[in-house]
């Protein structure tokens, strides 16, 4: 028996606060079909990496940053960089998502937290000195900058899927090639390439997912 999900057969309106929501997530694709002959606006980039910023974030900090590469020349070479991988070519658009490894958005944030009400000055002084000592931990760093930049690509990743574009998120590429091509400062890592466009059309049927008995673990693994 297949356990892929019946996502037209769902009822979406039941127990749905945001059916639109919910049937966005369940249609997203990683496309690989682009029309290369149409552009994303400025206005709708503006919008997706708005979408991206809204995603949760450690304390608010917001370690992420989006390097958008759109000439043709530089596409190329990201082309290379990523394997060959030419769909990034066809959709146009190419979207780096680094990862801060450390907390140096720690000053402002915090402050933000204490004006807010949500934090008195002392203890947004010391969650941001604690935040700051934990994230200079090589390891703890590295895993902070990938697990909050993740979350953005994938808000990112819906963004475009519910304004209809295709995009597909990527980690096959060379991270030192791209972190150098790119500019990335020091203390930043690449952690997603999302290629992102107009959509060319269909699809390929999507590949089943594992059933949720077997990947929900209740209590305990
Ligand atoms: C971490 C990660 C890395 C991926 N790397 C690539 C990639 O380098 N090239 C590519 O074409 N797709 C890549 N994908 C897309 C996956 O192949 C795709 O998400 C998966 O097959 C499920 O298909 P769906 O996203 O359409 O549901 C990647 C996805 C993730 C989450």
Redesign the pocket.
Known sequence: MSNELAFEERDVAHDAEFPEAIEALRTR??G?NFDPDADLSDETLEELIRDAALAPSSYNLQPWEFVVVQDDDRLDEIVDIAYG?E?IREAGTAILVAGHTDAKTADRVFDEWAEAGRMDEEAAQQTKAQSVEMYEDDRTGRDYAIRNASLAAENLLLSAHARGLAA?????FDQERIAEFLDLPDDEIPV?LIAVGPSGGEESE??PRRSVEEILHRETY
Do not use: D, W
Request: glycine share 8%.
């Open positions: 694709r990683s690989h991988q769909h597909t998120p990527m980690i096959g997603v999507r590949l």
